[in-house]
């Protein structure tokens, strides 16, 4: 289970910190990523990070600005959000697969696991 939480409203410009806290597996075992999905638009990804942690993956739209990243012994990850812009509103969705799964990191195709989401709105 994947369980999101920290989204909300934030002016332009400001910050905020998502985290999603996994439950029911090894953690440690598992890719993580965020995705996002904007009112009419496709589910995009945003971010990824490596089960060791040691490699991070980031959308060229949200890259210097978000920063992914894990704990093991909290069983979570985190994406830090700076310099938000209205074009970062979105319902963001928190996703893992198994490290050993093949497939691109930014396709969301290829995780099997997904939290049911929380709201950034970016405002002035």
């Known amino acids: 289970q994947l369980v999101e939480s920290g989204g909300g409203l934030v002016q332009i410009g400001g910050s905020l910190r998502l985290s999603c806290a996994a439950s029911g597996r090894t953690f440690s075992w598992y890719v993580m990523a965020w995705f996002r999905q904007a009112p009419g638009k496709e589910r995009e990804f945003v971010a990824a990070?490596?089960?060791?942690?040691?490699?991070?993956f980031y959308a060229d739209s949200v890259k210097g600005r978000f920063t992914i990243s894990r704990d093991d012994t909290e069983d979570t990850v985190y994406l830090e959000m700076n310099t938000l812009r209205p074009e970062d509103t979105a319902v963001y969705y928190c996703a893992s697969r198994l490290s050993t799964y093949g497939g691109s990191l930014r396709d969301g195709s290829n995780y099997d696991h997904w939290g049911s989401g929380t709201q950034v709105t970016v405002s002035s």
């Open positions: 990070i490596s089960a060791s942690g040691g490699s991070t």
